[in-house]
């Protein structure tokens, strides 16, 4: 199985089929049982040599619960005229991209599981003082993982947690899986620990998940994270199933119990504000997931305001010495706010995480209490280093996605 994030090409090709190859795109996602949900079906004759885009197919059905669709192609043709098996394969879709520089048809899987199913684009995080460590997962392939946090002062653990990617567990009379561990449905939506057991499962086929945390009474300097991921056919055959022998099952990376349990480490800063206003802001970065990056300093807002005038007749109360009337009136008058926001002093490597900002069509301000839908106004940006500028910091300047005046209908 492998990754596609849609808003780059990716190309489905038959080369050594005949002209006139056909190929069936499912789009769904599975449920909270493992049954798999039909969204769209779509059915296409391709060139067998340069293949069809299928990523415009696939954005169409991104919704605000579902960031993560499951896509199943079917290719159906003739070698020197006389059938053969079709050609099935299954992948994961996001909302993400690829640069330039990753080549055609880009697939991170092996980064992002290398990482140990970690979603963000930089190992360095800020966290306000008072506020919520950030940590978010994906699983992109078609396995079961189980991903261990501990946070950690030094070389001590003084917290730790476990997250079940993968996997929807059924309830049953058996062992409970406990209250510390952190579990995931097919959406990514969190399901409560005590209603489920480790022994009764039905495997689905990809989770994310944003952990929050409250580090602000830990005194934490690092997180490292340690996953654990086996494939379908290992736990099917552990059951005493068959599985069938398509090309999809054997891409999947294998690994089990004895597998390399090297950890991804994450670095900490504690950030305290006592002027300022710190806000947080969320973007669906590279991989198509949504990550946080904390603004700290000096912020602005500002409104815009569009409007349409006439000139309306007063004649009749200026006889009258009516003097308050408008001769030009205002009409369909609404307006726009906009965030001018400040990070603060931040590491070289946190370009990244700005590039990324800029390139999202997807993001978000947390003010209030309220999550509010905002666009990047900016259209550059201006790589710093500390070389160049000896302290970095960046100003980013967002519109809110909206009119002041609640105009929907």
Not at 246 to 270: G, K, M, P, R
Not at 297 to 305: A, F, I, R, W
């Amino acid at each position: 199985m492998a990754l596609i994030v849609t808003r780059s090409p990716h190309f489905i090709t038959a080369p050594t089929l005949d002209s006139g190859a056909t190929l069936t795109l499912d789009i769904g996602f599975y449920d909270s049982i493992g049954d798999f949900i039909t969204l769209k079906t779509y059915a296409f004759t391709i060139n067998t040599e340069y293949g069809l885009d299928i990523s415009p197919f696939i954005s169409d059905y991104f919704q605000n619960d579902i960031k993560v669709l499951i896509v199943k192609t079917t290719i159906d043709g003739e070698i020197s005229g006389v059938p053969v098996q079709s050609i099935v394969n299954e992948y994961v879709a996001t909302d993400g991209y690829g640069y330039y520089e990753d080549g055609y048809n880009y697939d991170n899987t092996t980064d992002i599981q290398d990482k140990k199913l970690y979603g963000g684009c930089n190992d360095n995080i800020q966290v306000y003082a008072d506020g919520i460590a950030s940590i978010p997962l994906f699983l992109p392939s078609n396995v079961n993982g189980e991903v261990t946090i501990d946070y950690k002062s030094g070389n001590s653990i003084v917290d730790t947690e476990t997250v079940v990617l993968g996997a929807v567990y059924q309830y049953s009379n058996d062992e409970p899986i406990g209250s510390e561990t952190v579990l995931t449905d097919s959406l990514g939506t969190q399901l409560d620990p005590d209603n489920y057991t480790v022994e009764s499962f039905m495997l689905t086929e990809t989770r994310f998940i944003t952990i929050s945390k409250n580090v602000s009474t830990l005194d934490i300097d690092s997180i490292e994270i340690t996953s654990e991921f086996t494939n379908y056919s290992i736990r099917v055959e552990a059951d005493g199933g068959t599985v069938e022998s398509l090309q999809c099952a054997n891409d999947i990376i294998e690994e089990d119990e004895d597998a390399d349990s090297t950890t991804h480490t994450l670095s900490v800063e504690y950030v305290s504000e006592c002027k300022y206003t710190p806000y947080k802001v969320s973007f669906i970065n590279k991989i198509g997931v949504l990550e946080d990056l904390w603004f700290f300093k000096k912020s602005m807002e500002s409104l815009s305001v569009d409007r349409s005038e006439f000139n309306q007749f007063t004649l009749d109360s200026y006889k009258n010495g009516i003097l308050s009337n408008h001769s030009y009136k205002n009409f369909n008058v609404n307006g726009k706010e906009k965030l001018t926001l400040n990070t603060g002093f931040v590491p070289d490597n946190f370009r990244e995480n700005f590039r990324q900002l800029m390139l999202s069509e997807s993001v978000y301000v947390y003010k209030d209490s309220l999550k509010l839908p905002v666009n990047v106004s900016d259209s550059s940006i201006e790589y710093k280093t500390h070389v160049n500028d000896k302290l970095v910091n960046y100003t980013i300047e967002f519109d809110y996605a909206y009119d002041k005046i609640n105009n929907l209908v």
